[in-house]
């Protein structure tokens, strides 16, 4: 069944929950918003022009290859990357972050074997980031017992370290040890663990349980989506002329980015747009981020006012946060699968431009469809369409999963999306 609109009266409820008093999502509904460091940086041209030159002046410095490493990562040449980082550790084999890249480059690049001898070749203690790395690479050997000591090591380092709760909570589950998934989320809750993930998963430990109401309404409760628009720009006539300024500022983007992992992003045969600053008019995209961010704040306050009992996900709201935002081009045929946002508390698309009239029925072309995960789709069959518009801001939960159905048409569908992400 899909739900066409939402449906306001579903409650939001959880078991073994705090009062209202002492939730704690009450006291201050603004978020500290901070600049993303990408907001304060050249160009990737010039930035990889100028570190070039600087370590033929510098060659023994390995922070400026460390450098070169981090912007071929953002950029997915993970093999440039790791030719970078393995020169910073040449450098200096005590690198820790060299080291770190390394192995994430290495990971992608399906050389595990290597990803373990690289850790277990650093001296001293390891990070919980090197005991996930190990994990993955562990896991890329199907070596699941090995994997799941090293994610069990990164929580004792940093019980909020959201990736390896992910993947740690996915092997119990895959093996059916449910009451041990359920200790593990109830243990990081505990140790302060306030991710999305922690949502997501006290949802599937709801649904095992047959509590139904309640791990819908923390999986996917269609009212938690909320639909609305942009002030108006006070140098814009309207929010037409705006959206007009911003299609022409993403679609000259010099550096769209259309080769990206399959398995780490969902986005399928669309472009997608990192270095927003570095087009002919950022100050265009920095008035957008202006915009969603006070209407975030408004959005947030409102939820905070109506909630009708103790909230999980607003319980995870962090006090201080980036927005983290990329464009996104889609032409025909171009599409998202199923996922989630596990870096952000919560996530949302500005449209800019749609080639045509999106329409929920039918096969639903070129709406975006929310529901509860896929492994409960049979169990929770409701799901969310929305046939989106220009000018239409979507806000919901990071943890809901959702997808874009395929289109046909000769223009482009042209988004802004983001996560608000905590800052550490």
């Not at 060299?98 to 290597?114: F, K």
């Not at 890329?140 to 090591?153: P, T």
């Not at 957008?288 to 109506?306: E, F, K, P, W």
Request: aromatic residues 8%; hydrophobic residues 40%.
């Amino acid at each position: 069944m899909v739900i066409r609109t939402p449906d306001f009266s579903v409650p939001v409820t959880f078991v073994g929950s705090q009062s209202n008093d002492d939730a704690g999502y009450g006291q201050g509904t603004s978020i500290e918003w901070h600049d993303a460091v990408s907001d304060h940086v050249a160009d990737p041209d010039t930035a990889f022009s100028l570190l070039g030159r600087a370590a033929m002046r510098a060659p023994s410095n390995s922070a400026i290859r460390l450098d070169i490493g981090n912007i071929l990562l953002d950029r997915f040449d993970f093999g440039g990357a790791a030719t970078a980082f393995a020169a910073a550790l040449q450098i200096d084999p005590a690198h820790n972050d060299a080291r770190l890249g390394l192995a994430r480059c290495w990971s992608r690049l399906e050389r595990y074997a290597d990803v373990l001898a690289l850790i277990d070749d650093a001296a001293g203690s390891r990070s919980a980031n090197s005991h996930y790395l190990h994990g993955m690479a562990a896991l890329g050997l199907e070596q699941r017992d090995l994997a799941e000591r090293d994610f069990r090591s990164a929580l004792d380092e940093d019980p909020k370290h959201r990736e390896a709760a992910f993947q740690l909570g996915r092997l119990l589950r895959d093996g059916n040890r449910l009451d041990e998934f359920e200790i593990l989320c109830n243990d990081l809750w505990a140790k302060g663990a306030r991710h999305v993930q922690m949502c997501l998963d006290h949802g599937r430990i709801l649904a095992a349980a047959g509590q139904d109401d309640a791990a819908r309404a923390l999986l996917f409760a269609p009212e938690k989506v909320t639909q609305t628009t942009l002030d108006v720009p006070g140098e814009f006539a309207d929010l037409d002329a705006f959206n007009a300024a911003l299609a022409e500022e993403l679609l000259s983007n010099p550096y769209p980015i259309t080769d990206v992992p399959t398995d780490e992003l969902a986005m399928r045969g669309a472009t997608r747009i990192h270095h927003l600053m570095n087009g002919q008019r950022p100050e265009l995209i920095q008035t957008l981020l202006a915009a969603i961010t006070a209407q975030i704040d408004r959005d947030v306050a409102g939820r905070i006012a109506s909630a009708s009992s103790n909230d999980l996900w607003l319980q995870c709201r962090p006090a201080s946060a980036q927005l983290r935002a990329w464009g996104l081009i889609q032409g025909s045929g171009a599409y998202e699968e199923w996922h989630t946002h596990r870096g952000g508390w919560l996530s949302g698309v500005y449209y800019i431009a749609i080639p045509d009239i999106f329409t929920t029925e039918g096969d639903g072309a070129g709406c975006i469809e929310l529901g509860p995960p896929k492994s409960l789709a049979d169990r929770y069959p409701e799901t969310l369409r929305i046939a989106p518009q220009a000018g239409m801001l979507l806000l919901m939960p990071s943890h809901v999963h959702h997808r874009t159905i395929p289109f046909v048409s000769q223009g482009k569908r042209i988004s802004f999306a983001f996560d608000v992400r905590m800052l550490d």
